[in-house]
């Protein structure tokens, strides 16, 4: 029996060409893009999972209390980890950690590596994979230094023995290497290649390291069986007691360390969502494109009906059940759906390496029984849900009524064909504005005027030589001299984000309980003019100005919340020093569009500043980076000049948004094409019907055109009917996503109008093929067997 209905597949297959390539075409592409989903959304789903401990890892957050809400923040105080584990049960391991990036050499072989300062437990909390070294002892000696096999590899040409060896650090220390680790894997949100011990950077900042002040991130592991709740409950209200009540607008709480990359996301104390979003955003959009694959089948399975009714008919005069017939359909359903599947895994081998470029993943397709049972679950439910309309449809026809050649075609059979129809290009509408809006965002974020100038602007980091302030001005000297750049300086802060805030501004009016933050940024002479920040009022630092140490520069948005009138030459107090106002500043974003201008200051303080800034002459790059590399090497010899662009840097806050502009670009373009298949199908399928009655039409005068147009404006009706209930819909989707956004762009008609007409255009297109055909028919050919 197996054998007989494997046969009568094929022989429908062979029989139904056009059909038969269709439906394989559309769930190919639908499956291999729901599988091409799959592959990222699991990666982003198991990104930080591969900890053995990861159900007891936790991070520190903090909730504090602004003056516009509760603002969440990773930094913590540099005693907190300590504190933890000593006075905290519930506490197995606690450490501080920062990241970082600096020069290790050995035998003068330079690397430029990420490093990450943490606590002596790293290893004990998480599965880097210390291949050699002690997890109790790596860390335990200041002077120590666990390095990964890459690094290893590079500085000693070798991973084995290097244990006891020495490592320059920034050409100023040695160091001992006590510890080798496998790495970072790909699915780490942090990424280093050495750990040095927390304490060295604890001494750095001393003067710093108090309750009072913010830096480092602080990890715990809990024990086994730790309520969190509880937990959180107890540390809420450490860093009040910690500060005898000095400090109260502090909250702490600890989030899964594995969540963080997913929900990152805060609103007024809150978790707000995330990169979760878009991993959701395009999990549905994969079902979506698979449905669509599956209503081509369902449509054109039950449109081909008729030529099918004598098969069912003889069939079931002879004694087949209804059961037996839709197990046939069914395995018909399936076998379509198992070769699908074989070419879809073959199209995502082929398209793989230029997905994982747009993602910028390394993605790869391999043995794992988790997506072995996911795409058999997938094919299954493929399978199901695409052949279960056909083979209850077909195997439901009464024998004597279609061995006569009656087929019955009931009003809800032919409105449900249409509304598969109207869905398959609402989802397609839905794609295509969406596209459409993510586009023009990413292109006004990248556009906005940000209220500074941040193109042919390059930064590097202060060290070396370079972290003397005497020779940083020597340097910037003769930097400004050097042919092709506009002026440089320096400055404490990277104006792509968050970096340093303080709630220790007063000024007259300020209520006692007031602990919002003020991004503070401090600068060198030069640094506002190098960036094109305009004035609104007053002016900027000056060396003509020998006190200007003393003085301090607000944005509006800081004017505005203090609520100070005539502003200039007013005092306040900056950590319990007198600064005088002498400059407002235009608001300019610091942050990316997704957030609000803040309140700012600028403070002259030459020793706060760690970025060095320039800016090129347009045209002038290449002559000028070969000149700033060689003046570098003259003033810190052993360390290379690694710089960014601004322009870039700032670019790059925006990484998420231009994926998913390309994503959703190929998605949408997938989906029309899945969509005008089933429509090219049934237009087929229609003229095909209708052909006699095409004839007779052109016997008695009907035009091409006319004849075009009867078989058009069907399919017309039903594409409009989507783009109607498409355009609404879109409308809410892409203001909601917009929202995310303090500053974007204004949804315009022409959006969604676009939309629709591209849509209608398309699907005239794929008609309009079948209907000039049809319409051009010899009308003899037609009529010859009546």
Not at 119 to 138: H, P, R, W
Not at 765 to 785: D, F, H, I, W, Y
Request: glycine share 8%.
């Amino acid at each position: 029996m197996f054998r007989h209905n494997l046969l009568v597949i094929y022989r429908n297959f062979k029989r139904f060409k056009s059909t038969f390539l269709i439906n394989l075409t559309g769930l190919s592409a639908g499956l291999a893009c729901s599988l091409l989903i799959y592959l990222w959304v699991n990666d982003e789903l198991n990104v930080d999972k591969f900890h053995e401990k990861d159900s007891q890892l936790f991070q520190v957050m903090e909730n504090r209390v602004q003056a516009q809400g509760i603002w969440t923040a990773q930094s913590t105080s540099i005693p907190l980890a300590e504190t933890l584990q000593s006075d905290m049960p519930e506490v197995e391991h606690a450490i501080s950690s920062k990241l970082f990036e600096a020069t290790l050499s050995v035998a003068n072989n330079d690397f430029k590596s990420k490093g990450r300062y943490a606590g002596k437990d790293i290893f004990n909390m998480y599965s880097y994979g210390l291949e050699q070294g002690d997890a109790n002892q790596v860390l335990k000696d200041k002077n120590s230094i666990v390095i990964s096999e890459k690094l290893a590899q590079n500085l000693f040409h070798t991973t084995q023995n290097v244990v006891g060896k020495s490592v320059e650090f920034q050409h100023e220390k040695q160091y001992v290497v006590s510890g080798v680790f496998k790495g970072t894997p790909s699915n780490s949100s942090e990424q280093f290649d050495f750990v040095i011990s927390f304490e060295v950077l604890k001494e750095q900042y001393s003067s710093s390291a108090n309750w009072g002040n913010t830096g480092p991130d602080t990890f715990v592991l809990l024990k086994s069986g730790t309520d969190v709740n509880q937990f959180n409950n107890k540390i809420a209200n450490l860093v009040k007691v910690k500060t005898n009540g000095e400090v109260t607008h502090r909250t702490l709480f600890v989030r899964p360390y594995s969540s963080g990359y997913l929900y990152g996301k805060y609103e007024n104390g809150l978790t707000a969502g995330g990169r979760i979003e878009y991993v959701r955003l395009f999990s549905i959009i994969a079902v979506f494109i698979l449905l669509i694959a599956c209503i081509n089948f369902m449509n054109l399975s039950t449109a081909k009906a008729s030529g099918r009714m004598k098969e069912v008919g003889i069939k079931k005069a002879i004694g087949a059940y209804r059961e037996t017939l839709v197990y046939q359909y069914l395995g018909e359903s399936m076998l379509m759906t198992f070769l699908s599947l074989f070419l879809s895994v073959l199209l995502v081998i082929l398209f793989l390496p230029q997905f994982n470029e747009i993602t910028g993943k390394a993605l790869t397709l391999h043995y794992d029984p988790k997506l072995i049972f996911t795409l058999l679950g997938v094919v299954v439910f493929t399978g199901l849900i695409s052949g279960s309309y056909p083979a209850l449809y077909l195997s439901g026809f009464n024998p004597i009524s279609v061995l006569k050649g009656k087929l019955n075609v009931s009003v809800g059979e032919v409105w449900a064909r249409k509304g598969l129809v109207v869905f398959q290009f609402t989802i397609s509408v839905i794609l295509i504005v969406s596209v459409i809006v993510v586009y023009k965002q990413v292109e006004f974020v990248q556009s906005e005027n940000l209220g500074y100038n941040k193109d042919n602007i390059i930064y590097f980091f202060r060290e070396g030589k370079m972290q003397d302030d005497g020779k940083m001005e020597t340097f910037l000297s003769e930097l400004r001299n050097t042919p092709g750049i506009v002026n440089a300086s320096s400055i404490g802060h990277d104006m792509t984000g968050h970096n340093s805030g303080t709630f220790g501004i007063w000024w007259e009016g300020k209520a006692e309980d007031n602990k919002t933050e003020f991004e503070n940024v401090g600068v060198n002479y030069e640094m506002m003019q190098t960036l094109g920040i305009q004035m609104k009022e007053g002016r900027l630092f000056s060396k003509d100005f020998s006190a200007d140490s003393s003085k301090i520069i607000f944005n509006e948005a800081a004017v505005k919340f203090m609520g100070l009138k005539d502003p200039v030459g007013k005092t306040v107090k900056l950590w319990g020093n007198d600064m005088q106002i002498v400059g407002i500043a235009k608001d300019f974003h610091f942050e990316s569009l997704h957030e609000k201008v803040k309140p700012l200051f600028f403070r002259l303080s030459q020793g706060s500043t760690y970025i060095i800034m320039a800016k090129i002459a347009a045209g002038k790059e290449k002559p000028v980076l070969s000149s700033m590399g060689a003046l570098y090497k003259k003033y810190n010899p052993g360390f290379s000049l690694d710089y960014k662009f601004l322009d870039q840097e700032y670019q790059a806050q925006y990484v998420a948004e231009q994926r998913v502009a390309s994503l959703s670009k190929y998605f949408a373009g997938l989906a029309i094409l899945i969509s005008c298949l089933g429509l090219f199908g049934l237009a087929a399928f229609t003229a095909e019907r209708r052909l006699k009655e095409i004839g007779i039409r052109k016997v008695l005068g009907s035009s091409v055109l006319s004849i075009v147009y009867l078989l058009s404006s069907d399919f017309t009706k039903l594409v409009m009917a989507a783009i109607v209930i498409a355009l609404p819909v879109s409308y809410v989707i892409t203001g909601y996503w917009l929202q995310s956004f303090a500053l974007h762009l204004s949804l315009e008609v022409w959006y969604f109008l676009g939309a629709g007409v591209a849509a209608l255009v398309i699907a005239w297109m794929t008609v309009g093929m079948q209907a000039v055909r049809a319409a051009n028919v010899n009308p003899l050919e037609c009529l010859k067997s009546e």
